[in-house]
Every structure is written in C-alpha cells, then in structure tokens.
C-alpha cells in the first residue's frame, strides 16, 4: 500500500528537475572493482517505438554480478550502454530485472500509458539507473498493479516465471503428481512449491541440513511443501524406498542421481540454475531403461521465442496466483538506497561494498536497488 | 539366393521328424557356466492366437549375455520358459533377436501364413531354439523376404530401427542437417551412417584410433559418412573450430562432454547403448544456455508402445532402404552351427565356448546362431 501511494506521488514529479544517474562499467571485472555511479543528462523525448522509463526498484541478482565479471552467456549490447558526450567508450549499464514506471511515450506507442508499471523482457538492458529509454517490444506491462508490492512487481520477471514455466513447459502435469527438487530454498525453489501447491501438486524438496533446519523446513511446509528432506536423508537407501511408497514410483523433478534414481519411468529432468560448478552426470542406463529426458530451462530464452501475447498471459497467470491464491508473496529482501544527497563518489562506494558482501558469500536475501529522487 | 533356397526346401521337411532343442539355463549366471543346450519334445499345435516358429538363424547379441547374467532391466517372463515334464523348475530359453519361418497357424491367426518369415517385438522371447510357439502379436512378418539375407533378417529388430527412429523420434532432420555420433563403427552406427546419407543427412563420425584406421575411415565413408575422425581429433580445439565452420554451428548428435560442446543450440542427444559403465557427465550450462535436451532411446520401449500399422510401417520403410538404396547390406558375420548329429553336451560345449569368447571381450563381428535339422 505504501509503495503504491509513494508510486502515484511520484507520477507528478518532473524528470527533467533532477539529474539522472546510473551504475556504470566500461569493461568486465570485479564488480566491486569496476563498477560506478555516474549522472549522466537528461534523456530526451523518446522516438516513436520507445518508451522512458523511470526505475522505482532494480534486483541485484548474482547472474548480475557474473554479467559484469564477463563470465555470463549473455552480455549487454552496445545500443544498450550510455555514450555521454566527451566518454572515450561507451559505458555499459548494470542490472537486468527492475520495476520501471512508464514516464514518456514515443509517438508510435499506444499500448502503454504514462504511469504504467512495466517490468524488463529483454536481457541486460541496464536497469541499475533512474531512467532509461527502451523500444516497447522489450517491457511488458505489470497487470494488477494495485495488488502487489514494488518488491514483488520487481522480481516478477525472472523466478517466478522459470518456477511456472518448468511445471508446464515439459510435462503435463495433473493434480496428485510428485515434483521432486534440489535447492529448494532458493527464490525458484519457493516459487516452484507455492505454485505447485497452488494447482495441487505434491512436491518432495531438499536442501542442506543447517542448525535452523525445523524454522526452514517448517517456512517450506508453510508455502505447501509436501516433504521437506536434507541431503544426507536423500543418500540414505531406506528413504528412497519410502519416497517410492509416497509417490507410487511416479515423480518428476530436478538434480543429482540420487534423486533421479528415485524418479519414476518416463520422467523429465530440468535444469535451471547454472551457478552450480559440478556437472550433470548421470547413468546412461536412465535414459535407456527408464525414459528418462533431461533438459535446461532458461527464462530469458522463453522471452525471446514467445508472443507478446504469450508473454502478457504468463504475467496474467502470475499475479492472478498471487491475488486468489495468496501465493509468491513479497520475498525476504533487503533494500540499497542511493540517496540525492550522496554524491557519485560516495555512491560508487556504497555499491562497491554492497557487490563486495555479495560477492564473498550467500546473501540468503534478495538485494535491490533504489535511486531516491526527491 | 542361396539362403532362400535352403528356406524353400526346409517348407518341405516335417517338424515332427526330428527333435526339438534349445539353449537353456535355469538360473542366472557366467553363461559359459549355466547355460546348456536341451533336447525336448515336439511342441503341440499352436493354440487360437498363436503360431509356430522354427527358427532360421538367432544372433547372439552381448545384451543377451547380460540377460542370462542377471544384469539386464528386462528378464524372460515366466510364460516364455520352457517346462520339459518332470524339470524341477522353469528353463529359461536365451536370445532376443532372430529369424523364423512360421510352420503352424492358430485357428485364429490370418494375419500370417504358413512359410512367412517373421521377427520377435516381445523382448526376450527365447530366439536360441529350433521351435517356439509365439502369440501373432509379438512377431512382426519381414516384408518383401526375396529381398533380404537371412543374415539381414535375423538381425533387423534391434539395430537398424534404433538408427531409424533415433534419427526420426527426436527432431525433425532436413537434408543437409548435422549429425554426430561416437561409437560410429557399431552395428547401430554403421546403421546411422547409412540411413543418414539416404536421407541426404551429413554425418560426423567418431571412433577409436586403431592401427588399421584409413580401412576402417574408407568403409564408413563407403557407407556415406561425410567425416570419420578419432577421439583424439575431438580433444583437439582447434579441430572443433573445425566442425563449427563445417556445419554452421549447426548440429545434433550423441555422447560425450567435448562433442556435445560443438553442437549447435537446440541440439538433441540421444543415448542407446547402456554398455558404457561411465555416466553421461556435461556441463549444466549446455542444458540452459545452449538449450541442449539429452534423451535415451530404446527399441524395445518403441516395439511396446507403438500400434502394428506403426511397427509394419517402421519394417516396410527400412526393408525399402535396403532395396532402394542399396543401403543396410548384410553385416560381418560368423555363424555358429549346431548341427543335428551332436549330442546336447556336445553342443552345450559348442554353445560354452562361443560364449566365453565373446565374454573375454571385442568380437568385432556379428555371431549368429544356426541349428542344423536335417
């Protein structure tokens, strides 16, 4: 309620009264080593297929920190980086996922209004910024932004997306089936419980035993986890065979051969998160003997190769989850806030020390960014 | 032309006029220790909707040793066994593949005729004997017989459809598409080459190095292979540069971490051999990022699944590659011949030794094995 109301009072502030700015590199390193803070002009009126965008709130997810180290697949493309007059080379901005609202239209665009909240569906195109200019093929509008937080509008384009589109791209699955995942305290990992859970799925879920395990694990069954097992459970021959009974031998789900040699015939294994070093490595005789198919998943793929259309209905799909279902709630998180006051000097020291902390380590939360303008 | 003589003749000779044998064991085990050859009672006539079959010729396949090992995922049913009266226990009859010549009809039985030369599609049906009576729907009638060997016969169930479907269940090929296999001097790989080129694939073979290595590349180029290269080669980065310029980036195929890093996004790979004692290890990445889906293919899962009209299409398609294209020729060969005057220990020698040649290791060629009944 309260980011709406912040949101609506900011629709009347002008972005020509204050300067823009943006977290800059202008060649792949250590984060913490390369990356700036920089204001930079007033954009000007966008052309006709584009729109302006004024970010309310930017993820800094961990791919972001591989994307600027330069060891991601992807990379941001020189039209998407900042030349300001007198740079000796362009200068690439940071971030992939945000919360923008819509603050001029090029003349072509009627598919979206000022004020609207959009989310990014293009990759990389540099959402650590307080505004920036994007063609309309590349955001999508924010459905019922009424009945969600600046939070959830802002990480609502990556992991809640690869959760439901992992349980229906591969396989159909009917209520009563069995999911089995690894990691399953990851952001995907709890979406993939709560939507699970949401069409009457069953899911069997692990993850590394700690000293607040019951707190967790508790927190997991609270989302409508079916099972909530350690890995050390997961080597223990007597509960594969009870995870067997459970399931009647019919389960799909993702990771590591123990788990798989638990799954039924005709199984469907998808991989999502490439942060882990270790291979995929598994008996030939699963793919042979039990059908076994394995895949990858990858959200920013699914965007490129859906319609608009697709697109709009998979949002629709989401935020309707979590209005009539009370699903994919507002997630731990922890908010950087680049003041007004602070200047770009003081402001690079500050993202420096955030990308530091999360360059040596689990954060455990999601981290976002926020410009404060006034 | 010889071998359809010799099967005209036989239509002559009476079953009931001289005895029935085959390879047995009783339980599982070294087959060079249990299995053992039995002399046993003419079968009765067939009931309503089954047939009789003597057999013509039966490989012996290394799965087959594995089956009568205990180690395999499928076993002969209970059904299939032999129960000669006054046996202590069930004889289970080894041997998956083989040719026969139906020699008696059920009542109910119109779909075949009396001299019609068949195939099993039930797994493990007991192929290593002179006589079985078979329910109609595990046989499939070989088309056009004229046409074919006995040789090319006995071993068209496994082989050339794993090469057929494999290079037809999973994507849609086009001519001029991409396709890369190791273990390319295996029957199936031989198999792949040569119904690639007939469909106008190109194909990148990878085998061994070996001393006689140019006579080997020179036969699968005879077969149409597009490129034959060593393991070595594939270790060779600046080969892969290589086979990227040939293809495009554009390819599919099967097996191992460095080929599969040359494939193409959108790849397919498919496993069939489950021989290999190493797991199928790759990186995450290449499921994610390069959309890569791993499959396992089995014939026998193929043969269960499918209707009649789908496995006789499957026949017909590859028996016309055969005669058309002039593809698929009767492959190496050695033929073990029991012949009638041996006695059953005899012949349990004959059977022990083949057996434990073939155990020790690379046989190299097909072995096949033929009772003698005259």
């Given at each position: 309620m309260l980011s709406?109301?912040?949101s609506s009072l900011r629709r009347f502030s002008s972005s020509a009264s204050r300067a823009d700015r943006a977290v800059v590199y202008e060649s792949n390193g250590d984060p913490a080593s390369v990356l700036r803070v920089l204001t930079y002009p007033d954009l000007p009126q966008p052309p006709a297929d584009s729109v302006k965008l004024e970010f309310l709130l930017s993820p800094i997810n961990p791919a972001d920190i591989n994307v600027v180290e330069g060891v991601y697949p992807t990379k941001p493309s020189l039209e998407d980086a900042l030349t300001p007059a007198g740079a000796p080379q362009p200068l690439f901005v940071g971030g992939n996922e945000g919360l923008a609202r819509v603050t001029a239209l090029g003349s072509g665009v009627n598919s979206l209004a000022v004020g609207d909240w959009v989310i990014m569906t293009k990759q990389q195109a540099g959402t650590w910024a307080t505004s920036r200019t994007v063609s309309v093929k590349d955001v999508l509008r924010v459905p019922s932004p009424e009945s969600l937080t600046e939070v959830q509008a802002a990480t609502l384009t990556v992991n809640p997306p690869t959760a439901y589109n992992m349980l229906s791209e591969f396989v159909k699955l009917e209520?009563?089936?069995w999911v089995m995942q690894n990691g399953a305290n990851s952001a995907v990992g709890q979406a993939v419980i709560q939507i699970a859970?949401?069409?009457g799925l069953n899911t069997i879920n692990f993850i590394r035993d700690r000293p607040d395990l019951e707190q967790l694990v508790q927190k997991l069954k609270g989302f409508g986890a079916t099972h909530v097992l350690t890995y050390a459970q997961l080597a223990d021959k007597s509960f594969r065979n009870k995870v067997k009974e459970w399931t009647g031998g019919k389960a799909g789900g993702s990771d590591t051969t123990s788990m798989v040699r638990m799954l039924g015939n005709?199984?469907?294994?998808?991989?999502?998160g490439a942060m882990a070093k270790q291979p995929l490595s598994l008996p030939i005789s699963l793919f042979i003997f039990k059908?076994?198919?394995?895949?990858?998943?990858w959200q920013s793929r699914w965007y490129t190769q859906r319609s608009l259309g697709e697109r709009e209905e998979l949002m629709k799909n989401l935020v309707d989850l979590m209005k009539e279902k009370k699903v994919l709630d507002t997630p731990e998180h922890d908010i950087v806030t680049i003041t007004a006051q602070e200047s770009d000097e003081q402001a690079t020291e500050t993202i420096r020390d955030v990308l530091k902390t999360m360059s040596a380590g689990r954060h455990g939360k999601k981290v976002l960014l926020k410009f404060q303008n006034s």
């Open positions: 709406t109301l912040r209520p009563g089936d859970a949401a069409r005709d199984a469907h294994l998808v991989s999502y059908n076994l198919t394995c895949h990858g998943f």
